[in-house]
């Protein structure tokens, strides 16, 4: 018998090499005369050229940070209020499209966005949003989250207000990116699936979306990284987008709840803070219904598939030891305030500080 459950996906989706073309037709389309665009650093000039042949780009914020930090937002709003732009668009990875969910929520309202980041609620009315994906990982694209930090203080936050008009998946976009980054947010989408696929909120619409996202993601991941074949590289957007959408409804859990501390401490940017607990979660939440979908993927156990991402970790030159942070890694302070983060209540498994404390010592 299958429970009831709720699916809601109001994101208009446009993927497919090339779509990016279909940026002014969907400005068009949501009734907006003028836009902010924001974009990652690496894309500042591809901003400046494309604002030159979009004349409804009223202005371009290039200076996103890697953890998105609300000083970002704040310059956005700004933007937004003196252009009278009643749209924002995002060409960047994770950082770029949160940066812009935020500040779309805040274009209208009559609060700073500091307050909105300290809780105060958000109005109806915002300005709408075009997602455009250059990483394949966050999916960030399709959910109505943003991560927004004020120094080392990192919020995520879900407000319906996040989810974007539209988002267009452009995998070419992905093709520049180093190989190191395409690990890494290439990770970022596994752990977006599985942790989708195990949250305690999954559905079986959340759970089509994030094996759908493995059988993508988990034939292609080394090779989009490792050679940039331009295939695996459409296959790993076409992943991260499922899994984005797997993970929009069922949310994350353990290992996004460990890679909160691990950024901000060690400064881990986000795939590989999300990556650091992947193998060792694989593990420990291991099950009958986890132990098939490690068969359905190729392996023989959890334990073979946890094998192949500390080889993948290991071999692609990330992080997988405490030894490997700064040196001065707090046990009990990264398990304390693991367990203490909201999305571990969505983890199948709960833990005792303890529990999480030898999980962390193991790593050393």
């Known amino acids: 018998m299958i429970d009831a459950f709720r699916s809601y996906l109001p994101v208009d989706v446009h993927f497919g090499c090339g779509a990016l073309s279909e940026l002014p037709d969907l400005l068009s389309s949501i009734g907006s005369d003028a836009m902010v665009l924001v974009c990652d650093r690496f894309f500042a000039d591809f901003g400046a050229e494309l604002q030159k042949k979009t004349p409804a780009i009223a202005a371009v914020f290039s200076d996103v940070e890697p953890n998105p930090q609300l000083s970002g937002v704040e310059t956005v709003v700004q933007l937004l209020k003196a252009t009278g732009a009643t749209a924002v668009a995002a060409i960047g990875g994770g950082s770029a499209i949160d940066t812009a969910k935020f500040a779309a929520a805040c274009a209208f309202s009559d609060r700073t966005p500091a307050e909105h980041f300290d809780g105060a609620p958000f109005p109806k009315a915002h300005a709408a949003i075009i997602a455009v994906p250059t990483t394949a990982g966050t999916g960030s694209e399709v959910t109505g989250v943003s991560v927004i930090s004020r120094g080392s203080e990192k919020k995520t936050t879900h407000n319906p207000a996040f989810y974007p008009t539209a988002c267009i998946v452009d995998p070419e976009l992905t093709f520049t990116v180093p190989a190191k980054t395409t690990l890494m947010t290439g990770l970022d989408a596994f752990t977006h699936a599985i942790e989708a696929f195990w949250s305690v909120n999954h559905t079986p619409?959340?759970?089509?979306?994030?094996?759908?996202?493995?059988?993508?993601?988990?034939?292609?991941?080394?090779?989009?990284?490792?050679?940039?074949?331009?295939?695996?590289?459409?296959?790993?957007?076409?992943?991260?987008?499922?899994?984005?959408?797997?993970?929009?409804?069922?949310?994350?859990?353990?290992?996004?709840?460990?890679?909160?501390?691990?950024?901000?401490?060690?400064?881990?940017?986000?795939?590989?803070?999300?990556?650091?607990?992947?193998?060792?979660?694989?593990?420990?939440?291991?099950?009958?219904?986890?132990?098939?979908?490690?068969?359905?993927?190729?392996?023989?156990?959890?334990?073979?598939?946890a094998n192949e991402i500390a080889r993948l970790k290991r071999e692609g030159g990330l992080r997988t030891r405490l030894a490997d942070l700064d040196g001065n890694a707090d046990i009990d302070r990264l398990a304390k305030e693991s367990n203490a983060h909201m999305l571990m209540r969505n983890n199948p498994v709960q833990f005792t500080d303890e529990a999480l404390r030898a999980m962390f010592a193991a790593l050393e």
Do not use: Q
């Open 205 to 305: 619409v959340t759970d089509l979306f994030a094996v759908e996202a493995l059988k993508a993601i988990v034939p292609h991941l080394e090779a989009s990284y490792k050679t940039g074949d331009k295939d695996a590289r459409v296959a790993m957007a076409y992943g991260s987008l499922m899994a984005g959408l797997a993970f929009s409804t069922a949310k994350t859990a353990a290992c996004h709840a460990c890679s909160y501390p691990l950024s901000s401490y060690h400064h881990l940017p986000h795939g590989e803070a999300c990556a650091f607990t992947l193998d060792s979660f694989i593990r420990l939440n291991a099950d009958d219904r986890l132990e098939e979908l490690a068969w359905t993927l190729g392996f023989e156990s959890c334990d073979e598939l």
